[in-house]
């Protein structure tokens, strides 16, 4: 069964972004020093899937060039809004986590959750994420947008792979 991976970065005290949205301060420290041998290879990860699902706000976000770079993946957009998008592109007004469900059990390469807090919350609250990635930034926001909303169930991970580079430590979790 296809797996669906959550895949983002945060900062050390748990915002993925500031509050106006922002996310210029996602980047290393600059110190290779402590970088592991292995490190995760972002490539790599976009090739292990064919299904990108993400909410309208971060659609809009990404703009055109960044969507033409996932043509020959299917882009699976949660929104109440008409909005319009290439080929690839299946917008969903309703029950996104059903549609999510349901392409898990489809065949094909895993599903990546790409998207902020409330996006995800669904998806936490339903325990359909199998995978969390998450980089931790050298960076202390003080105010943002959190990574998790709160009200969540107790949801048991493993740590299946930690790498550094640059000052950012990437964690690998897996649900037990």
């Known amino acids: 069964m296809r797996r669906t991976i959550f895949n983002l970065a945060m900062s050390v005290d748990g915002y993925i972004a500031e509050e106006d949205g ?31 699902v993400m909410g309208s706000k971060s659609y809009e976000d990404c703009g055109v060039e ?21 080929g690839n592109v299946e917008f969903i007004d309703g ?9 898990k059990e489809e065949n094909g390469k895993n599903i990546w959750l790409f998207g902020g807090a409330s996006f995800a919350d669904a998806f936490i609250k339903e325990d359909l994420i199998d995978e969390y990635i998450i980089g931790i930034i050298p960076v202390i926001l003080g105010a943002g947008r959190p990574l998790f909303l709160g009200d969540n169930p107790t949801l048991k991970l493993h740590l299946e792979e930690c790498t550094v580079q640059e000052g950012i430590p990437i964690l690998r979790y897996s649900k037990r």
């Open 95 to 103: 029950d996104i986590c059903a549609r999510i469900r349901g392409l």
């Open 22 to 52: 922002s996310f210029a301060w996602i980047q290393g420290d600059g110190d290779s020093s402590r970088d592991t041998d292995e490190v995760f290879d972002f490539p790599t990860f976009v090739d292990s899937v064919d299904v990108i």
């Open 66 to 86: 960044s969507i033409e770079n996932y043509q020959e993946k299917k882009l699976v957009v949660a929104t109440s809004r008409e909005l319009e998008g290439p």
